[in-house]
């Protein structure tokens, strides 16, 4: 009995040169050992898991360190045309278009695109343009008419003014 168990014992650890990925040689060599261990099922079972969370650790360890890796700031920041589409005013617009304009981007412009000259929404973002000047931001008023979807055709005149060429429409319920 022994003599098998070191034969396991060895072959589990020629495997190590031959196969490049760790977690491969990992599961081999383990599974190897699990299949040499005559103690029981119980103990099997308790070390396979112990094998696989092992493989989990690795795995995740390994992405850990790839997402933590320190980027260059860049050089040159795109310009972003925010488009936001309103109609009506609903309980947290105010909160919504203020993130907007509070965004700590250097190259953006926000076009508010409202279909009524009767909207409510007017009076809000007039006054909001007002606390924030130094925002690039501006409303229109009108949809293009030329569209069946009421809200594509209160986007259109947005993107078609649209300054950069990078477009993010942001409905109501992005903030």
Not at 75 to 83: F, S, W
Request: glycine share 6%; aromatic share 16%.
């Amino acid at each position: 009995m022994i003599e098998d168990f070191g034969a396991y014992i060895l072959f589990g650890l020629a495997i190590v040169p031959i196969t490049a990925y760790f977690n491969q040689i990992l599961f081999f060599t383990f599974a190897f050992y699990v299949s040499a261990i005559p103690i029981g099922f119980p103990l099997n079972v308790s070390f396979f898991f112990s094998v696989v969370s092992l493989r989990f650790c690795f795995f995740f360890g390994s992405s850990a360190n790839f997402y933590r890796r320190s980027h260059p700031p860049l050089q040159h920041y795109p310009g972003v045309t925010i488009i936001k589409p309103l109609m009506g005013v609903d309980p947290l617009l105010r909160e919504n278009i203020v993130s907007h304009l509070e965004l700590n981007y250097p190259n953006f412009e926000i076009i508010f695109c409202v279909e009524s000259p009767d909207d409510p929404a007017i009076d809000l973002v007039q006054s909001l343009l007002q606390e924030y000047p130094n925002v690039d931001a501006r409303l229109i008023v009108g949809g293009s008419g030329n569209v069946i979807n009421p809200m594509v055709n209160n986007l259109l005149p947005g993107y078609e003014s649209a300054k950069y060429d990078l477009v993010w429409v942001s409905t109501s319920r992005i903030r």
